[in-house]
């Protein structure tokens, strides 16, 4: 027996459902939200997504006082960047720029804290980005 047969005999509200879930799954991907930092075993991290129009992404971590983070990240458009870590209410910003394509630099840890990288798209399409951080 074919393992897609039963998919073709699907009906429209069936096949409505996949379209919606595929619809869903496409649009989170293409706002990419926050990404957890997953270091390989070399201290390395990288990761290529998708800022939609006028969302953000960012890719986070938990990383020790001390610690020096090599980061540097190219996009196919400009877009608003920073690090940042939360104290209390507060932000900290130790990396700002606006409207850029690349950059890069060495965050050096103060505190033990969740860091994250964030790029925001304030155009009207959609930008394609790769960031790369080497602790």
Same mark, same amino acid.
């Given at each position: ?7 073709? &005999?699907?009906?429209?509200? /069936? *096949? $409505?459902?996949?379209?919606?879930? %595929? ?46 983070? &090599?980061?540097?990240?190219? /996009? *196919? $458009?400009?877009?608003?960047?920073? %690090? ?52």
């Amino acid at each position: 027996m074919n393992a897609f047969r039963p998919a073709t &005999r699907c009906g429209r509200p /069936a *096949r $409505a459902l996949v379209l919606a879930l %595929v619809a869903t799954a496409t649009a989170t991907s293409a706002g990419a939200g926050v990404v957890d930092i997953a270091w390989d075993a070399s201290g390395r991290f990288e990761y290529t997504g998708t800022v939609a129009p006028g969302k953000f992404a960012e890719v986070c971590g938990k990383l020790p006082a001390g610690l020096q983070v &090599r980061w540097d990240f190219e /996009a *196919r $458009a400009p877009l608003d960047f920073n %690090v940042h870590y939360h104290v209390d209410k507060d932000v900290v910003f130790p990396s700002k720029l606006s409207a850029v394509a690349m950059a890069k630099d060495t965050l050096a840890t103060k505190i033990e804290q969740d860091y994250c990288w964030m790029w925001s798209n304030k155009s009207a399409a959609a930008a394609n980005f790769t960031v790369r951080l080497q602790r």
